[in-house]
């Protein structure tokens, strides 16, 4: 007998999917198939725990508006089921005059998108909230808070088998084909059919979307980042969320200062192109995933855009010296000494034939199929109103 849902991924956003499926219905048969034995293995469980205010998002766009409402989902869920969230607010620092004029575009875009208690700081304000950040100006977003995703995912799983979802782990969706009236998920236990399939596959979104007839002209390309941990004596330089002003034109934000729930305090992440998708390291290396990326034309113009940029991140990825340069524009007595080990994830950003970086959620649909293709940060915040919106449409082909 057929199921009724089958979602392919054990991300935030497949498991909020199945999540919000089966609160609304408890009825739906669920199932979600995960290729690894553990839920939130990359992106979700490699990432810095940020509850974005949605500042940076173009209003109008699902970005802004997702975020918005799933950062109040989130803490409602959060709160229910007893995982910490900091609410240590953010300032975005202004480092010379020349940044001051996107500091107040900043503003009025973070005012665009309904957030309140935005300040504009002067230096002797900033100071006084941040006594080791250096600044000639900031911008004050009280609304950003830290949680643990992880954490999040875990619980998230919980609540999809209390309502009697399966989860089918250490299972990969090797395809997607349709028979009669169902799709069938092949996995290497044997298919899984069901009336509509769901694929939030993160880094895989584009190739799991291909096997579903779902192919696109974009193509998701990975990105490396990597975070330092600080050693003990240099988690009191900072007290909240230390932000740099974003440079127009580069898709990233830059090198910044995150506490985390468990007092530690993570540095970066930079951005690098990375040579696997599902990469745990900077040696990590995928021949397929390489010629992926770099047979795809949008990744070369990309790179003519922004060369001097990408050089310096990867020169940032190897030089401890050239890292410490950047991160002391921001705080002037870190040391390296301050420094700890490195960690790493890669995080899937969807990229146009033309060089351009998609810049917002993309679902596409047929019948029998919902495929997230590009769920860019802040998809983890935005998770439970993203897997509404995927769970709404589902229930409109269900019908």
């Known amino acids: 007998m057929a199921l009724d849902v089958v979602v392919i991924g054990g991300g935030i956003l497949g498991l909020a999917t199945a999540y919000r499926l089966l609160e609304a219905d408890p009825g739906l048969s669920v199932a979600l198939v995960e290729k690894e034995r553990r839920v939130a293995e990359h992106q979700t469980g490699r990432n810095s725990g940020v509850l974005h205010s949605g500042l940076y998002y173009r209003p109008g766009s699902a970005r802004a508006r997702l975020c918005t409402s799933g950062k109040r989902e989130m803490e409602r869920y959060t709160s229910e089921a007893g995982i910490p969230v900091l609410p240590l607010g953010k300032v975005v620092v202004a480092v010379d005059d020349s940044e001051m004029p996107r500091l107040h575009e900043l503003l009025e875009r973070g005012r665009a998108n309904g957030l309140e208690g935005l300040e504009l700081l002067g230096p002797d304000e900033l100071c006084e909230r941040e006594p080791h950040v250096a600044g000639v100006g900031a911008l004050l977003v009280p609304g950003t808070s830290v949680t643990d995703f992880r954490r999040v995912a875990d619980r998230l799983a919980e609540d999809v088998r209390a309502r009697g979802g399966q989860l089918v782990l250490g299972s990969e969706a090797r395809s997607v084909r349709r028979a009669g009236q169902e799709m069938v998920v092949e996995t290497p236990a044997g298919g899984l059919s069901a009336r509509v399939v769901v694929a939030c596959a993160g880094l895989q979104a584009d190739r799991v979307a291909a096997s ?179 769970a709404e449409r589902v229930r409109e082909q269900l019908r």
């Open 212 to 390: 579903m007839g779902l192919r696109a002209s974009d193509r998701v390309v990975p990105f490396r980042g990597t975070y330092r941990a600080m050693r003990e004596g240099g988690e009191g330089l900072v007290r909240g969320l230390v932000y740099p002003v974003p440079e127009p034109g580069l898709p990233f934000l830059g090198v910044h200062f995150t506490p985390q729930v468990d007092g530690s305090v993570l540095i970066g992440p930079n951005a690098v192109l990375a040579a696997a998708r599902e990469g745990a390291s900077r040696l990590s290396f995928s021949p397929r995933d390489l010629a992926s990326a770099l047979g795809h034309p949008g990744v070369w113009r990309l790179a003519r855009r922004q060369l001097r940029s990408g050089l310096a991140e990867a020169w940032r990825d190897v030089s401890d010296r050239d890292f410490l340069r950047a991160c002391r524009r921001y705080v002037p007595e870190l040391e390296r000494s301050h420094l700890g080990p490195a960690t790493f994830g890669t995080r899937a950003q969807l990229l146009g034939r033309d060089g351009t970086l998609v810049d917002d959620f993309v679902i596409r649909e047929a019948p029998g199929r919902v495929v997230v293709l590009n769920a860019p940060s802040p998809a983890a915040t935005a998770s439970l109103a993203i897997g509404e919106t995927i």
